[in-house]
Nanobody, 124 residues
Framework: QVQLVESGGGLVQAGDSLRLSCAAS????????MGWFRQAPGKERDFVAS????????RYSSSVNGRFTISRDNAKRTLYLQMNSLKPEDTAVYYC?????????????????WGQGTQVTVSS
């Protein structure tokens, strides 16, 4: 079982940037795809971005494409999400997730381990 711990959230103003990190412990971090999801108050958890096990393939939701960048450092067993040009609608709890296979999936059922989440709040 993979343990995931997110960090880097906080309160920022619209237009600012943040970088989230997700530290993984457990077996074979470089063998599975990783993803970021987010959940705003009163809403369902939504896909944000994902990355394949090697880091070659990435996928983004249309709402963050061009503003967010997902990356990973397999040697450091860490996943990142660089968030630029933040908007108030990006406010949510952001979750890191480890996939069940090497692909960059967009679907929650394809991820087997989840972190506790980190709060991102963007003020207007």
């Amino acid at each position: 079982q993979v343990q995931l711990v997110e960090s880097g959230g906080g309160l920022v103003q619209a237009g600012d940037s943040l970088r989230l990190s997700c530290a993984a412990s457990g077996p074979a971090f470089s063998s599975y795809g990783m993803g970021w999801f987010r959940q705003a108050p009163g809403k369902e958890r939504d896909f944000v971005a994902s990355i394949s096990s090697t880091g070659v393939f990435t996928r983004y939701s249309s709402s963050v494409n061009g503003r967010f960048t997902i990356s990973r450092d397999n040697a450091k067993r860490t996943l990142y999400l660089q968030m630029n040009s933040l908007k108030p609608e990006d406010t949510a709890v952001y979750y890191c997730a480890a996939g069940k296979n090497p692909a960059a999936s967009t679907q929650s059922p394809d991820f087997g381990s989840w972190g506790q989440g980190t709060q991102v709040t963007v003020s207007s």
